[in-house]
Every structure is written in structure tokens, then in C-alpha cells.
């Protein structure tokens, strides 16, 4: 089975720019969150979707949204970029709501300048 | 608010030797509480969890750990170290049972000496 799948791997964005990351959880997993990871914050979480529906979200900018599709992909998209939003972005995907084991992809690296 | 302390940020140990990452958390019920590596420019690989039963869980790599409840803790443990164990760990729990939400210490970067 596929595990989960980040695209792009990495991204080089101007300040003001505006970037949308893609998710494919794993085949058959409905819930995909997102989290934002930098060395002086360490491991944040960004948001939350099951079946199309934000259920979650966390303590971020509205510069930062996020969607989910009918086949449980998702997207997040960063608004008006600004340096302090370079970070690798993680997605993780379970077969649920709740606490079951979630699975990271790989993670996309994203610079601004 | 739930939260969750790695008290240490980086551990050197020598290949061999045993090895013992610490994780305190803070959680109003009975937490769900995982284990994640991280190796350099990585995502998050689970090494494992621990949901209610048993406290002494086993994980993937060799690793267990323990939950103990009257400490709040739930400390990594392996063995014997190989040098590739080098990485970072993350210790996390979850923030309630209806919820993905993952809450994160801020990491142990494990360094293994030859």
C-alpha cells in the first residue's frame, strides 16, 4: 500500500507569493492533518479534515486554509507569503477521526525570500 | 492544556549502549501518546503508540516504552543503540479522543558515537 504522498518535495516563493501544497493520504484513510514544522517552534498543527469538513484548526493566520476532496485529498494554501512561513509543511493521514496512528508523508520544504 | 516536555533536547550515547529518551506530558484524561522518528529532511515515522492495557508497549526498531501514569511520563527505551538510531524523536500526544490533533514536544536529537 502507497504511504502518504507530499507534492512538491520542495518550493523556493517570493514574499507576497501565494503556494498551494497537495496531500494524498493513504488509500482508503478519510482524515488528513496538516502541520507546520520549524526549529523554533517545533511541530505545530495547522488543521484537520474528514470527509471534506475542517474539523479542526489551530492557533494560525487566515492567510492559511486548507480543503479536502471526495477522494480524501487535500491541499493547503498559504496566502501572501512571509519569511517567517518557511517550514516544512507535514501531512498526515489516518483511517479516522480520532486517536489511531497517523502517517506522515515526507513533507514538503518550503523556502520564502 | 494538554502539553508535552521532552526535558532533553540533544543525548549522545555510544553505539551498543543502552538508551532512555524521557517524555512528561500534561493530559486531564487518559492520554493517547506516541512515539515518532524523524530522520534529517524526513517526515514522521511512528515507532508506537499507546491507547490503554498494557503500559510496557513495544514499538518497530527495537523500541519500547513505558506509560506511567503517576509520573505522567512515558519514557523511550531501547537496549542497545545502533548508529542508526541517530535521529530525531518526537514524543506526542493526542489532544482528545474526538480529534487527530497531535500535540508535539519539541524533540530529542540522538546522537550515536561509533
Known amino acids: 500500500k502507497a504511504g502518504v504522498t507530499q507534492t512538491p518535495r520542495y518550493l523556493i516563493k517570493t514574499r507576497g507569493q501565494q503556494v498551494t501544497l497537495s496531500c494524498s493520504p493513504i488509500s482508503g484513510h478519510r482524515s488528513v492533518s496538516w502541520y507546520q514544522q520549524t526549529p523554533g517552534q517545533g511541530l505545530q498543527f495547522l488543521f484537520e479534515?474528514?470527509?471534506?469538513?475542517?474539523?479542526n484548526k489551530g492557533n494560525f493566520p487566515g492567510r492559511f486554509s486548507g480543503r479536502q476532496f471526495s477522494n480524501s485529498r487535500s491541499e493547503m494554501n498559504v496566502s501572501t507569503l512571509e519569511l517567517g512561513d518557511s517550514a516544512l509543511y507535514l501531512c498526515?493521514?489516518?483511517?479516522?477521526?480520532?486517536?489511531?496512528?497517523?502517517?506522515f508523508g515526507q513533507g514538503t520544504r518550503l523556502t520564502v525570500v | 492544556a494538554q502539553s508535552v516536555t521532552q526535558p532533553d533536547i540533544h543525548i549522545t550515547v555510544s553505539e551498543g549502549a543502552s538508551l532512555e529518551l524521557r517524555c512528561n506530558y500534561s493530559y486531564g484524561a487518559t492520554p493517547y501518546l506516541f512515539w515518532y522518528v524523524q530522520s534529517p529532511g524526513q517526515g514522521l515515522q511512528l515507532l508506537l503508540k499507546y491507547f490503554s492495557g498494557d503500559t510496557l508497549v513495544q514499538g518497530i526498531k527495537g523500541f519500547e516504552a513505558e506509560f506511567k501514569r503517576s509520573q505522567s511520563s512515558f519514557n523511550l527505551r531501547k537496549p542497545s543503540v545502533h548508529w542508526s538510531d541517530a535521529a530525531e524523536y518526537f514524543c506526542?500526544?493526542?489532544?482528545?479522543?474526538?480529534?487527530?490533533?497531535?500535540?508535539f514536544g519539541q524533540g530529542t536529537t540522538l546522537q550515536v558515537k561509533p
Open positions: 506526542a500526544v493526542g489532544a482528545s479522543s474526538n480529534t487527530g490533533k497531535l500535540i
Open positions: 498526515a493521514s489516518r483511517s479516522r477521526v480520532g486517536n489511531t496512528e497517523a502517517f
Open positions: 479534515y474528514f470527509s471534506e469538513t475542517q474539523r
